[in-house]
């Protein structure tokens, strides 16, 4: 089972590059930038990731995300992860990223998004992953921020292909960002939002994701399913879920493979993500195969979880199904 997750084409639909950046690129970056870090060694500095719940995990995350300065940097984080990724063959990847958590330290948005996109493009060409990037609006800043940097992305739009919401969720419903994600959607770009494990309101927040907003994709989402009115809505829509098991683990102590298999019974596009790997110390291959030895789950139910990746992708009909047509390939040469 371990191999057959290993070696599966995947797509990956919910990472932060922000939390992919290893210990290892933390101190380079670091050294170079003429940056202290208050730890001597990678391994001490992993050894403070002391988070046991959505902010106290942001703290470390945000203090973490200091020695990214130049292009370069962020050419460097982007490129790191876009290897990783196709060493688990994961063919294609939809990226978050934090524009806000730069500008407020006074790193400029062209520097951020440029040393993202050029990663990016020369994955594609000597790697051969695909990916797409996707802007986050940090909740706990105002809307007018958030419009703001909305604005400065407009010269970029191209390298886009949708907007997300993350951060610290309490008091910070996605209503409160309603007219930005208008004016995204007017853009043309895709719409997802973060409704965290056991939030604060977490089935308002998810109401008015899918009602008020019309959002394409919810990450997280889990607590959807105490309340069937809002599973009907989500499998009828085609909601996508980005479910990431280990990160789960640390905010709500629980790899919610229960909840996984509750979603799958009824039918709603669940699919399985890292989050912020460097942080959780999985990626996506962890991932699958923890909740798989946790919940007992079939090479069917598996290929079904990495198929719903595809086919909530935002990419063209017809791109999904040649994914989807690999992912079906695999499984007749390697399925048992
Ligand atoms: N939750 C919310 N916001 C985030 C996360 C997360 O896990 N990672 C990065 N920003
Ligand atoms: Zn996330």
New binding site residues.
Partial sequence: MQAFIENMPKAELHV?L??TLEPELSFELAQKNNLNLPYKTPEALVAAYNFHD?PS??SI?YAGMNVLCTEQDFYQLTWNYLAKARSQQIVYAELFF?PQAHTSRGVDFAIVITGIHKAQRDAQNKLGIESQLIMCFLREMSADSAMEHLLMAEPFVHYLVGVGL??DEKNNPPIKFKAVFAKARDMGLKLTM?C?VNQQNTLLHIAQCIDDIGTDRIDHGVNSLQDPVLIAKIRDKKIGLTVCPV?NRF?VQSLTSNEIRQMLEHDMLVTINS??PAYFRAYLNENLIELQNEGKFTEQEITTLVGNAFKVAWLTEEQQQHYLNGLSQYVQNHGH
């Fill in positions: 932060h922000e939390g959505l995990f942001l995350y934090d993350d951060s973060h965290d990160s905010v989050d912020d």
